[in-house]
DNA sequence: CTGAAAGCGCTTACAG
DNA sequence: CTGAAAGCGCTTACAG
């Protein structure tokens, strides 16, 4: 136990208990046929060389790695922590071992991150739709199952769950216009990512398809600086616009501090604001930030349920989950 | 490439190109000595099956698996969050795979932690304070070179790294004494944590030292809700206090939205507001806190390089760093 | 420089 | 139920 030792193996155990390796092995696997004698004294043995088997060791004969990668994008932001968090846990209690693969959310995945998949991982969840399309296809060519989030894909081999994001834009135009805003205004997130451009297209057409056009765009990355800064441009010239949708809730509170502090406004009487998501931060009274509600505890676990179900069956038809968003009615719009 | 297919190992590539298997295994192999005309052939034969080395495989002979389990608690709050980030994508940048493993932060290590460490991990690196010092001994058990940060330990073959908490706290304590402030309070994060009981025993000790003992205590658990909670009670009564330290910004937070959304107090006027950690929302205007800055970029660079004196040598004395913290001055203290 | 062989620590047919 | 042996995909002495 001094730490110096190596790690006993099964054929210590197996001396100590004076048996075979291949008993030790069994005793130490799911449903083989053990006698209770035999089953005593390998435990006994293993106990006092604190013997646990080399899930490495085991992984090259069965196959399995019980290793999952996940491939994370930036964690800045209140929503990916969360989601990531979720996921990581989710894992854990399912006995899978999550191996970061981390990806940069603008280009490909480098080569410090493929060395991640040379583990033998049993599959590979993205957590972020920032991940560019050419990073799919390379984890698509991998021949590990691939499971998606936040990016609706259509492909062989591959799931994917997505908030509705169309619906959550559509959402929000429809009770814009409902409530009475005329000078409607939009601010995007990051431009390549696929959230961005399914929002920011669903919303400019329903306005459209209303007979209220857009008054004015930004372009942000979906980071709080971003939103302070768009919304400064946007609300700064004289025909203001009475109402601002921003791509994400980390935009939307730059857009709310950029609004009240920056520019005096009084939110929502002159200005109001949505944002997208629904995280925890968004009910804080600083904030009470209206947004639209992407579910993250019901798509972690519908996400779960996909990678057990596309590893018990690696080929099921492809799966595309779409789980609906609300809109959640707080104090930072007049709705 | 169907996926369908296994994939491609040494003696495929062999085969293909004609040469034994441990020539593959050579010319994948740092530092071997290979004819460049051998490996021209082997390259071309592994490109053409799309053959890249099983790292699991690899790692059984050489005894380094280059995975390095990261212990890590919730990632509620926007610190940890943040430490994370910068730690996994420092590790990856080395080479080494962050193989995660949840620790409960309240309990020891459940099971299914455990199980993540028999992946041979090269070292653990413990990055939540709030992991208890059971699990702490669990994992100095484990034989791995065990790193910690958040918590100062002074072991065999464990390193550490910890903010000078307790200078946090002094440093905050003189400056509102210092100021003017007459009515101190304080608002501790869980009990439990290392960080609260360094931050909480400095405060109150340098408080005492300058002859303006506390007036009121709270304990919080270093989230929101419970910052809101913990300062409605504290600054309720009579004899409000004109000041009161967070343990953390998360509660600093909480806090600033009781007092000035529910209490209707003035912030600073009435009252000072300080944090600790300086998360990047700290800077929003929203919030303009004053706190003590928890320097995360210098402390995961001294993190890592630790790492990687531990690695290159298992049986270097101990390492501890404490690297000073700051007070930043913004709107939320009348400093 | 190159190949045959042993070995890393397991699991899993295969006999008994 | 139990043990001997083959094999998972590599690396690394060891000869040549």
Redesign the pocket.
């Known amino acids: 136990m001094t730490g110096e030792r190596?790690?006993?193996?099964?054929?210590?155990?197996?001396r100590l208990a004076?048996?075979?390796?291949?008993?030790?092995?069994?005793?130490?696997?799911e449903g083989?046929?053990?006698?209770a004698?035999?089953?005593a004294r390998v435990q006994e043995a293993a106990r006092r060389l604190s013997?646990?088997?080399?899930?490495?060791?085991?992984?090259?004969?069965?196959?399995?790695t019980n290793l999952v990668g996940v491939v994370m994008g930036d964690l800045d932001g209140p929503f990916q922590p969360y989601l990531f968090e979720t996921l990581t846990r989710g894992l854990a209690m399912r006995g899978k071992q999550p191996l970061l693969v981390r990806g940069d959310p603008a280009n490909a995945l480098d080569g410090t991150a493929m060395a991640a998949l040379d583990y033998?991982v049993d599959a590979v969840m993205v957590t972020a739709g920032s991940v560019s399309p050419r990073t799919i296809r390379g984890l698509m060519a991998l021949g590990a199952p691939l499971l998606l989030y936040g990016r609706a894909v259509e492909a062989d081999r591959v799931d994917s769950i997505c908030c509705d994001n169309p619906l959550g834009a559509r959402l929000v135009a429809r009770a814009l216009v409902a409530a009475g805003h005329r000078r409607i205004a939009y601010l995007g997130g990051r431009p390549t990512a696929f959230s961005e451009q399914e929002r920011g297209t669903a919303f400019r057409t329903e306005l459209a398809d209303l007979g209220m056009p857009l008054v004015a765009v930004g372009e942000g990355d979906y980071g709080y600086d971003s939103g302070y800064r768009e919304s400064l441009r946007l609300l700064a010239g004289p025909d203001r616009p009475d109402a601002l949708f921003c791509g994400n809730d980390a935009m939307a509170f730059g857009a709310l501090d950029a609004a009240r502090t920056a520019l005096g406004l009084r939110v929502p009487e002159e200005l109001s604001i949505v944002g997208f998501d629904d995280v925890p931060m968004a009910a804080w009274p600083s904030f009470a930030l209206t947004t639209v509600r992407n579910p993250v505890d019901d798509i972690v676990a519908i996400f779960l349920d996909m990678l057990e179900r596309r590893l018990a069956d690696p080929g099921a038809p492809p799966v595309l989950h779409r789980p609906p968003p609300v809109l959640v009615r707080r104090g930072s719009a007049r709705l």
């Open positions: 190596r790690r006993a193996t099964a054929v210590d155990v197996a004076g048996v075979s390796q291949s008993a030790v092995s069994r005793c130490f696997t083989s046929s053990v006698s004698e035999m089953r013997y646990r088997p080399n899930a490495i060791a085991r992984s090259l004969t069965t196959r399995r033998q």
